[in-house]
């Protein structure tokens, strides 16, 4: 089995700053592309960034130039750095991983999310 588990959220001023992280472990062959998810209160769970094992980073308009993704592979992890928030970056935060576990075993695993919320 593999778990994920998301951490770094909390509440921030608009224009601060905030940066999650997210830990896959378990039985780990081989993990594809990570992404971050969010899903605001009475709205749909939206892609906001995935990145892949080179690091290559694709992000929603809304938060390019804001937020960063990046990953450490050793560690399975990614990152995502987050600045200049907004009160609309307000959302539960997901953390979704593409793994490999075997030669017969590929799925995606989900963190519980980290709530994120941006506000005066």
């Known amino acids: 089995q593999v778990q994920v588990v998301e951490s770094g959220g909390g509440l921030a001023h608009p224009g601060g700053s905030l940066r999650l992280s997210c830990v896959a472990s378990?039985?780990?062959?081989?993990?594809?592309?990570m992404a971050w998810y969010r899903q605001a209160p009475g709205k749909e769970r939206e892609l906001v960034a995935y990145?892949?094992?080179?690091?290559?980073?694709n992000y929603i308009n809304s938060v390019k130039d804001r937020f960063t993704a990046s990953r450490d592979n050793a560690k399975n992890t990614v990152y995502l750095q987050m600045n200049s928030l907004k009160p609309e970056d307000t959302a539960v935060y997901y953390c979704?991983?593409?793994?490999?576990?075997?030669?017969?075993?590929?799925?995606?695993?989900w963190g519980p999310g980290t709530q994120v919320a941006v506000s005066s």
């Open positions: 378990g039985r780990i062959a081989t993990i594809y592309d």
């Open positions: 979704n991983a593409d793994v490999r576990s075997d030669p017969f075993t590929r799925r995606d695993y």
């Open positions: 990145i892949t094992p080179s690091s290559t980073a």
